[in-house]
């Protein structure tokens, strides 16, 4: 009990003195779920509350790394650059892994692929990120293999941009082989060719596996499966910092191939997947940015230094205003409550991003802020900040919201107003149909985006739609959807055995 209580006083230590703002965009947490102020959506409420219990999810520990690890969907990393993974760990420790990367934001036009060689150990808890297993990985080898003659042509332009020496691994009379592996990386280790391309497998160095139980729906017979998720060490968001940066956050996790998440069109294609016959995902319709209505977390979330954090929104499209709860917890399941922000503000029409396709770019406004303190940490930090530097000096306690708006925001907490945060946002369904939000990626040096050239270039984990503009779910979902007769059974009928069930899967983390 010590002990954790001085991690969890050493982690708030780290993030506070650094100075660093610590939330994000509409950041705020969110005061205690049950907290009469917030007109919770009851399908953003279950959610939430399902998140806290934190009974389905458990961490596996030590981690296990042995298996086949699979990208879910296309995935974005800041540049940006598109990519599926495809990751095998063997029993004596070598790992073989494939990055295949795209032009297109559906990862359907492939332009190069990596096969990356190596061996990992794991080594001890990280107490950096709490929950997390650190570990020491040796690269042996790394191919590239491209899939066009202009492919090829760009990347060699890029290793000479970087006037990076690799002359050896310029193909011979620069003519694209078709199939033809060149080594960037040999085992001789007398050349790295890596750097020029921005490449580093530091995401080795953070690992952490978890696992649950997907709740099956009637028809296939009762049960559940289990999904095994391998979460490893995030991308830094500026290309400058990628080499150096240790991570201390995750990526979008990957799944076992043996216990992933159903439906999942895009995980056989990647299974089966090899550099000479890369993943092309299933065509995508591309959707209109309709914000209205309410979002939640569907996970615990990690931050870059030390946070957890899950968040829920509301959009008002009608007059183009946000509210957002932000639930700040201590722990890797989101149990135990530090803070919550509840912020509110304006955002512009959005318009198509020119760099990151597929995105839509927005300006957030944030001009009101109010902070309810979870644990007695928290109050003490707030009750001693300097005067007029956070709403009432000396006057917070647990459970107590207070508003920050007067004091122009919390310098404790690194909330500033009025504020301005330049977004990126996409919206997706996933294999269920369902309407899922991403939100930027938060720069990794814990700054706020409030330049044009700190707009993000790669986005969070989701957030999923748990209640339309008025309350009800998306127009748009399809009559069959399950979600939707979610919905109406917990407006309307009694809830039964059976419309529990459908409720639950209805409300399964789906990440397609
Ligand atoms: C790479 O740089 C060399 C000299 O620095 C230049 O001659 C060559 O054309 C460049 N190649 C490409 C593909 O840009
Ligand atoms: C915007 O409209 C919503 C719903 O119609 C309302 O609840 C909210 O208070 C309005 N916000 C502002 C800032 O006018
Ligand atoms: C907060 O500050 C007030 C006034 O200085 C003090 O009476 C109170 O004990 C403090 N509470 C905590 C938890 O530090």
Redesign the pocket.
Known sequence: MLRSWALVGAAFFLAFASGKKIWDVPRAHISQVNSAKVRWEPQCQYQLRHLQDGVRISAVLPARLEGHWISTGCEVRPGPEFLTRSYMFFANRLFKAYQFYYRDPSCRDPTYSLVIKGKIRLRQASWITLGATEADYHLHKVGIVFYSQRAMLETVARLNQTGVRCSGFLPAGRTWVPGALYELLSAKGEEDCTHGLGFAMHELSLVRVEKYHQPLLLQHNQGSRQVEELYLGDIHTEWSERLQYRPTGYQRPLQNAMHHIHPCPACGIIYRADEHNPPVLPARPELPMLLSGHWVSSRCEVRPAVLFLTRYFIFHANNRSWEGYYHHYSDPLCKQPTFTVYALGHYNEGAPSRIVRGGTELVFKVTHARVTPMD?VT??ML??SDFGSCGEA???HIGQELDVTHTNGCAALGIKLPHSEYELFRLERDGKDRSLLFIGERPTDGSSPNTLNKRPTSYQSPLLQCGGPSGTLARHSLPHDPERLSAQVNHGAPKTPLSLLVFLAALMVNWD
């Open positions: 007695q109050v003490s009750n001693s000396g006057s917070w």
